[in-house]
Structure formats: structure tokens, C-alpha cells
């Protein structure tokens, strides 16, 4: 079975798992006071261009969006989000259980249009009876999005300024930060900080075991932090381990060529299918791709291929995705282009 | 100035007040333990002719709610409920404050259509990642709806044959449920409580100080019930206070009677504004009325009379609401429709 | 049968019966946005000599405490209070389920020392551990304390600074605050705002039918505050209410003189106890009498007298509770003494 | 400088990374739907005899009680544990957090007395007022306990007696479950699997990486557990890393077997102790020993040996922890006697 399901089917860039191997038995504190993060932050401060940065290493993707949304909002505080945004659609509710409403605005493609975000923020306002509604106190975007779309430098930079119009904090969801910045042309690391007042950086996605660094870039971290992260069950004893891991990650830019091995990877597979007449769902250019295969063809493909459901696109046909990841070798994009050719006429 | 602004802006109905000031020097034991909260559970039992029913005094309609949901919900549970529906919009997140998402489907002048239910009730199940999302644990429609709209009694039949194929309680909030069911022309107190697994009948809106009786109708009572209230801050030390309302507006028919004002005097002021040419934002029987005025006429007009903001209709005309409620008098509507004449080519 | 179990068991003192029945076919707007609530707090803030005071009024103790605290806390704070503070026992978990521990230090006849708080603050921080703990971000005392004690201005001054010294908020319970200051011979309203950050005036058990002031003293409004309320499922469609009441107990010093009638008679009833050998359980100054009864004599004058039972004292007695109140008439005491005179030798 | 401070100051054991990096690069399904994770629950349930028992993996111990305490109770339930219990005392107010309060009773040496569980649920019932309180749902004990104490099989008979008698589940917290049963003359896995309703088998502080799995042991498991999972932001992508770990410690008896090596080395410290005439602050069978050394020694001590600040003893003195781990060398050993040498006449 060739494994294009998603890019957290393997476990860790060898590298990482060196790291990991070569520090096993070296005793250090724990819950994050140890050298190796220490390390490990001071390289992500650098690449991200931001010394004042303060980062903290979480296990997963669901728990840092929890965490770090809970801890910057008060109670009478929603956070808003495209409707197609992770945190509305596909965390099981874990903002709701903290108590604060997803604020859902459309997503285009999964991103926000800022003038939309405005419109919305501007009604809000204007209605006499807001002190009866849920407050806008912070605008969630994800880096890529949940469909693998990216924002151009402008377009952040457009959502930026409503936010700071309206005083709300910007953050990024960026679970695969990596294949965004790879996938940009006018993005780096350095842009993402500086736009947005909290982020994260995906390990889980993007050749860690697990983990999330999460950086508050504005001297904006909430009070008594690592109390708030023990109580959303968000502290790793061997917090270490995240920082070996991050630190191996940022190390001679590893994140970042791993990233664009799944962009180079996934655009092999982007020529393909449009010269051979796959019809594409929409169009993303990082290492999520969403075709539409009809139903008849999925019962053999699906055999062969392990790809992701994403939803029904009419009665005969079913959105697929297909997504590369930091581990996929150009092997296995050869076979699976291989089997793309008994469906191309096909659907 | 004349007040047509809502149903809760003046006191109580006369006869429920002096119940209050003839009991009001009695000793009893608090917290609904009295013979008050009896004798009114034992008429709205008849008059709902649900002889299980089990019946709880809360002060108020958000209350109510967040109470209900939550009492009956798991954690893993969200409440389906229109866009426009108050537990969505108007509560200030007080569902999402107890844990719960209110997941959202179209609402049509207010209400939910079975099919949309439906249909999303089927997608949920059919998708792969359902266990990654909330769980639909419950179908909150409102009666009337926060538009004044009423369900047929076929169309509730039918939303209730959804929530039983799929096993979900429906929970009907009545805080109107008197004008809903004056305006009605097909159903009953015992329809409501019949095709409810829960619903409450409001005495804020319609003739009580305060108060909202909850009715469990299926021996569905959640467990530790009074404690649950407590814990909501929703028990009321002096219970006896809701039971002696409660009493007074199930003593010969009351609550009927003054919902029946306000549907009638409702309906004089729509006949006049249908003959008179303003335009309605849409049609609804029971006490709301909602018109589109310009904002030109409504400088003036609001110096005369408070009527309900309700939102922007285009840059120069806006939806206000007019209410009746079961105090408004004929003499009142006199003048308010003396007042409308200046406006009614006007606009 | 004659009543001295609580404090709450009749309805309202007459003159705000008459106020309410005076008001009742007023229209104003809702949500505590009227003249009455306006009168009410110039009338408050008058008495508490604190012109910058901000009031808000809820409708009863539990939802109050629930929403003073949530309001004022952080996720990652804990509120200090006496183990048989209100909050800590009696509250059904309404403040845990509102996501705050409450941290718990000895009471002493219901009252927490200030050298015990120090100790346990100066130990927390101290303790290498702490921020794996939840953090104290509040004092919260009861005046008078469920045992009908009463601290001293002294004592309150040295609470107040421990709290000063680090930096936490003093909450004051009043729920029986009447009966409190009324009983006092050192403390005024002024005090109480002066030696509190946040305070309430009990309105349920002192004349009300329903209601409590929170008056925020320090400039220390929590933001947003109204939709907080909402959110908490407390603010009052009909606010009016709560301002016609609070404005008829603050007229002419409503308020005290009927506080000073529960002090009154329960002078009488104590002096009555002492001179018969009754057995006191502690010594309370305030409206609650707390005295040991055998079980056996309990069995006949139950059946005579309504009191609260308190707790097992011994296998054969009990600890029980005999509460007088704004409402209680000398006539009432005297049949009470008559009764008691058969217990005297009897126990 | 030595490390006797925890017994998660490591990684993990080489067997366990042996397994995560022979299966790193096999792609699997997320989530735990994997055959690693079969794998390792078929062996766990063949360990602890209990064939019917349903596991799930979390990744650490706050998260995991934080996920068994919420997911097991009603909103009305708080847990009851010893008031030095992890829940209580040292997870940062995780359980509250979630909406329930920790019901403490005194901890003897760490363990609850089982007629003192008795005690207090009797009173519980008997207290009139009892539906005002918060409701006992379920009983938390930790094997072994904070100060590396055990139960007797005895001793947890009669609790569970107690449980089943007010019909409570009894969970056991098994955060160092190895070196519990390692020191256990008269105890096995499968005895703790049918005293308890659900416990967890502690992975981070017995050889994992990271990682607890928990049992549901009577056919219990929570609804939708794996939403309710994923709500806590608990889920795993990368399930499987959990499954590799357990399956490995679940292989040929490695988890007692490298648990018996804390045992072991603890023992030879301990008798070094006796031998020598430290004070113990109490008597402990398992890996954490607790003696009472001078504050002065501490601060040459502290520049050799990293051991664990417990509390203060009194001005001179503190009570430290001195812990073994799987992982603990001989080699270590030797040096910390050798170490302890110098400070054995001297406090």
C-alpha cells in the first residue's frame, strides 16, 4: 500500500531521531528547563528574526490551539475564524470546552478575505445589542490552511491591519508552517512573526516525532504560562524531548529542505495529474492536493493508493486528497504516477 | 413615549402581583420546596396533559438554556440550533461558556427545515472524521422563533421524526410560548409538550416578574437536577416566588389569555401597516413585527416611540422590530398607529 | 408552625413590596439600563462613601460569587477562603465549575487569620513547585461568615494587608451584610468598600425579595462586563426590579433599621439561651444562633419549630440553627421562648 | 553532577528506542488505528488477565487524569482524593479546569483510609443539605502514592468496598504503576485491574519516552471517547509512537523488570541510610525515598547531587527526595553513598 494519506503517517526525519538516539540517557530537568531547548530556541529566535520572541514546545496540534487561544482570551472573548478553520471544524470542540464560541466567517478556498473579517468586525460594532453577543478577541488563521492555500504577503498584511484596527491579536496556525514558507515566493519566517502576534511552528507534520513551538512575538505572553499549560495537560515531563527535536529540526535548515522536499514532490504529481486531465478540486500550491476521482474508480484505487476522504462531491464522485510529506520519496511518487494511469480516462 | 420596543418592559400581569403581595409575609422552605411550586406544577401538568412530567422554576431565558443544554448534554455533545437562533446569537456564549458548541444550520425566518437537518445529520455520520468532530447531542429550535415565526404542527412532527431517527432530544425554548401558542391555529400546550423531550414556558416575556418553568416530558429529568441548578447559579433561594407565579398564570387560563392580547393587539397594528403600504422584513403571526423603515422617517419616529433595533436593511433603511406584549393596551396602539399615519408614504 | 430555620423564608419587606407594586406598569428598557437601577446606585454609592464605586445587581448569592469570581480571575488563579466558606461548601462546585479551585485554609467559627493566609502565601511562594499549582488570585471572606461571626476592623485591616503585600483581591460575601453591620460596633458601609476590592450587599436575606448589589471599589470593573453577566446566565431581563428594590432599601436607611430588628430579636432569643443553660455551639453576634439540642428533644420540637439543622454533634446531638431575620416579630420570639421553656433542664 | 531529583530525568529505555527506530519510516494510520497499538493492548491485556479491558494511550500523567476524572463524571461530580494527591495539590488545578472539584480527605503518609472514605460519604448522605454540595462521582487513589507509598491488597479491598458500597468508581492513578507493583509482595497487574474501575499504567517515569495507558476495566469506557479524547487536545497524531512503546515494555516482562531495577537500587540506598542514622521523613517501600537533612549540608549537597526539594521541615531543615529510576546505574549509586558519606554525622 503506497501511504498518501497525510503527512503524519511516518515517524521522524533520521536526523531527529539521531538526535533523539544520541541524547537518550542524558539526564536533564524537566518541563522545558533543559539546555537542549534552550538551545533550540535561541535558533528559532534567530531564523524567525524576532530576539524578543518567547517560545514554548507543546505536543500537538489540537492542544497548542487550545492552549494558546484559552490563555489569550477572557471569558467573554470568541475567536475568529474561517468556517472551514481547523479549530471550527475538526477539533472535536476543544475551544468550545474552553469556553469560548468559534466566531465563523467564510472561508474562501480556507482562507479569510479581509474585507470580510472588516465587514463582520464593523457590524459587530454598529449593533446595540453586542453586549449580548460573543466579543471578537482574536482573529485564527492556519499557514497553510486546512486546504493547503497560502496568503500572499499583501493578503496577511491586509488582515493584519483590521486586526490592529480593531485591536485583536492575530494568530497563525502553522501545523505545516514548513510547506507554506517553502511553497511561498514572497514569504519568510521572519514575515510570519512579524505579522502575526502568536504563531506556531508544526513539528508534527514536518519531520518531528511531535511537537509545536508556539512564539509569542509581541512581549505578549500570558501570565503564569506554564501554569496555564499544565492545566490544559499540555506539559511534557521530558519536555527535552521537544527541544531536541526542534533543535535538530533547526539546525543547518533542516525545516525547511525537508519542507521542500514535500513541495517538489508534490508538484510532480500537480504536472501529472493536469496533463492527464484530473480534474482538480481547487488549486493548492503546497503539499496538499484535492482532486475529484469518481466513485467507481476509488473502489479499485483505493487498494493500491491510501490517499484521504475529504467529502462527497456529488452522487458518482468523492473530493479526494493527496498529500506529500517531509518523508515522500520520489518512488513512491514514480508508483503512484503509475497507477494514476489506469484512471485518467477513467472518471 | 410610547414603549412597543419588547415584552419585557414593564412588571407583571396585575393578578400575578397580587398573589406576590398576598403571600408575600407566608413562611416557606426555600428552593421550590413549597406548596406554591407544587399547586403550579400540578396545573401546567394538566394543562400540558403530561401527568410525568417533571417541572423546575428558573429565573430567566439564558439561564434556562444554558442549564437545559448542558444538563442534558456529555461533553462530547453540541446543540444543533438555527444561525439566528438565541442560543447561537444573543446568549453572549453562554453555551460555549459550559462547553458546548452550538453548531449552526440555515435558519429560515427563524426556523430550521427537517430536510436541512436532515441532511446534516447524514453528512455528520457519513463523514470518516466524525469522531473528530462535535457530536450533535441535541436540536434546539425556539417557539415562536426569535422572528415571531411559529412551526405548523406538521412541520414539527417532521423535525421531530429527524431527531428521533437519529436519537436526539429536541428542546423547544417557549420564552413567547403564549404567543406562539395564541397565534397558532393547529397547536397545543399538550403538542409542545408531546413532540419536546424538553421545553420551557416563559413567564418573563408573558405576565411574570421573572421566571421560566422547565418541563421535562419523557422522565428525561437529568440526574442531581437541583444540584446542577445550583451550580449554574440558577437556584433561587426563594423559590416560592416562581411558584406563586407560575400559579397565578395557570389559574383559569391567564397565561393564555394575556398571550391572546398580544396577539391581538399585534394584529390591528399589521393590518394598518399592510393597508397603509410599509414594508414588511417578513410576515410574521405572533407579537413581533418587524418592518423596514428609512432612517430619515426614524429620527423623528424614534422620539415618539422605542421600538427594536433589529439590524441594517440597506444604507438607508432599517429592520426595527415593533412588540406587542400581554400589557399593551388598545389605547396605546391608538396613538402608535396616530403616529405611523405621519410616516406612511414617507419612506 | 413558627419559623426560625433561615433567613429567607418570607418574601419582602413591605415598603419594597409597595415600591415594586408602585412601578409596575412603568415601561422602562431592560437590563438594569433604567432610572431605578440609576437611583439605586447614586443612593449606594452615597451610603458606602465611595463615588467611583460600580455596581451591578444579580439575582442571587451563589450566581454572584460564581460570576465575581470568574470575572476577576485568571484560568490559572484559585480563590483563598475559610474551609467552610460558602464558596467552599455550600455552592454545589458552582466556582470549580466555573474552572476555579477553591483553595482552602482553616476557618475559625467561620473566619480565616490573617497570619494563617500569610503563612499559606508566604509557602506557596516558596515552593520551588508552585507554578505546578494553582495560583491564589483572590481572598475571598464572608461578613458577617456562615457562622453569624463578624470580624473585627482590625482584623479586616490585617487581611487587607496581607492581601496588599501580595497583590490579591479582597472579596466580601455579604449576603447577610446587613445583619453584619448591624451588629458591629466598629465597621461602617464606608469600611467594608474601603477594606474590600469587590463586596456585595445581600438583598435576598435582608428585605429583598431577590438580590444582590456588587459594588467593584477600586476602579477594578471587570471588561466587558455586562456580557460577562449575560454569559453567566445573570443578567436580569427586567432589571428594574433589582433597582426598584435596592432603591427602596437605601431610602431612608430601610436597609439598617430592619437589619437592627433580626440583630434585636435575636439579642432577646440569645439572652434567653444563656440564662436557661442552653449550650451554645460558638458564639455568634449576628442573626444565626447556632446551639446544641439533644436528638430526642429535637423530635418534639421540630415538630413546633422550623430551625436548621446544622450537623451531628455527638451520637446524641445536634447541632442546629435558629435564624432570625428582618421579618421577625417580637410576638413570634415570644412564642419561640415558651416553647424552649420545656427543653431548658433537658437536654 | 548525579541525578536522584526524578525518575524522568532520561529518555527512555534502549529497547524502547530500538522499537521507535526500527518502525520509524512505516507509514500507519494516525490516531491509534494502527497495528502497533493492537498489538500493544493485546499484550496488556493479557498481563493484567483482564481480556475484556478497553485501552486507550495518552501522552502524560496531568492529561490523563485531567481526561479519565472529566470524561467519568457528571457535571455534578467532583473525584474524591487525599488531600496531598496529585490531583489535588499538584496539577495546577487541571481537574477544576474541567469543571469538577477535588473532594479532599486527609492523606496518611499519601494513602486514604478507607473508613475514613466511609466516614465521609456517610456524612455526605446524611448532611439534609447534601444536593447544595457537590456531589462524590468517583474515588482517585495513586499507586503508589506521591511519597512512594503502596496499599496493601488489603487495604484496597476495603476501599473498593467502600466504592462499590456508594456505588462509586475507584480509579488508580499508576503514573509509577512499576514501581508500585515491583515492591508489592501481595499485589499483581491483574489485582490491580479488578480492584479498580479504570487506572493507568505510567509510562514516562517507567521507561517510555512518554505515554499512559489507560484501562477501562468493567466495560465502562465513556461515550464517544474518542471525541472526548481529542477534545482535551490528548489525541496523538502519531498514535503509534505509543504503541511502539508499550508494545516494547510489554515484551518479555521489560516494564517490571526495569521497574524492579528502581527497587532495587532504592533498596541499597535505604539500608545505606538506616545504617548510618539518616532521618526518614517516612517509610516508603518504592523508588522515592524521603529523608530530613539540615539546610546547611543542602548547600554543599546541592552542588554534587540533584535530588528533589519535597517541603520545608522546620528552620534548619528540609525534607528532600532522593529518587532511583528505571535507569539508575549501580555505578550511580556508589557515588551518591560515597557522596552521603560526608554528611552522615552531620545533621
Given at each position: ?108 478556498d ?23 453577543m ?21 493578503e ?90 526542534f ?44 482532486i475529484?476521482?469518481c ?33 515522500t ?19
Amino acid at each position: 500500500m503506497l501511504y498518501f494519506s497525510c503527512d503524519y503517517a511516518e515517524g521522524c526525519h533520521p536526523s531527529v531521531l539521531k538526535a533523539l538516539s544520541e541524547t537518550n540517557l542524558v539526564s536533564t530537568p524537566g518541563y522545558g528547563e533543559d539546555d537542549f531547548c534552550r538551545s533550540a530556541k535561541e535558533k528559532i529566535k534567530k531564523v524567525i528574526d524576532c530576539p524578543n520572541a518567547d517560545i514554548y514546545f507543546l505536543v500537538g496540534g489540537t492542544q497548542t490551539n487550545q492552549f494558546v487561544i484559552d490563555s489569550m482570551l477572557g471569558n467573554f472573548d470568541g475567536v475568529v475564524a474561517a468556517d472551514t478553520g481547523h479549530v471550527a471544524a475538526h477539533e472535536a470542540g476543544a475551544i468550545e470546552y474552553s469556553g469560548h464560541k468559534v466566531i465563523t466567517i467564510p472561508g474562501h478556498d480556507g482562507k479569510i478575505h479581509a474585507e470580510e473579517l472588516k465587514s463582520y468586525l464593523r457590524d459587530f460594532y454598529a449593533d446595540d445589542n453586542h453586549e449580548h453577543m460573543v466579543n471578537p478577541g482574536m482573529v485564527y488563521i492556519s499557514y497553510p490552511t486546512e486546504y493547503g492555500t497560502i496568503y500572499s504577503k499583501n493578503e496577511l498584511e491586509t488582515i493584519r491591519m483590521v486586526c490592529q484596527e480593531y485591536d485583536l491579536p492575530l494568530f497563525i496556525d502553522g501545523a505545516r508552517l514548513g510547506y507554506g514558507l517553502a511553497a511561498a515566493t514572497d514569504m519568510t519566517y521572519a514575515d510570519i512573526a512579524a505579522l502575526s502576534d502568536v504563531f506556531y511552528i508544526g513539528g508534527t507534520k514536518v519531520g518531528a516525532m511531535f511537537g509545536e513551538a508556539v512564539v509569542f512575538t509581541k512581549g505578549n505572553t500570558p501570565k503564569h504560562v506554564i501554569t496555564q499549560i499544565k492545566q490544559h495537560g499540555a506539559l511534557l515531563a521530558k519536555g527535552r524531548l521537544l527541544g531536541v527535536q526542534f533543535d535538530a529540526l533547526f539546525t543547518d535548515d533542516l525545516y525547511m529542505k525537508i519542507s521542500q522536499n514535500a513541495i517538489d514532490t508534490a508538484a510532480r504529481i500537480k504536472t501529472y495529474l493536469k496533463e492527464n486531465g484530473f480534474k482538480f478540486f481547487l488549486d493548492s500550491p503546497t503539499n496538499q492536493i484535492f482532486i475529484v476521482m469518481c466513485n467507481k474508480a476509488l473502489e479499485s484505487f483505493s487498494k493500491e493508493v491510501a490517499y484521504g476522504f475529504w467529502e462527497k462531491y456529488d452522487e458518482d464522485h468523492t473530493v479526494i486528497r493527496i498529500a506529500t510529506a517531509w518523508s515522500t520519496e520520489n518512488q513512491a511518487v514514480d508508483q503512484l504516477l503509475k497507477i494514476l494511469e489506469k484512471y485518467k480516462n477513467n472518471c
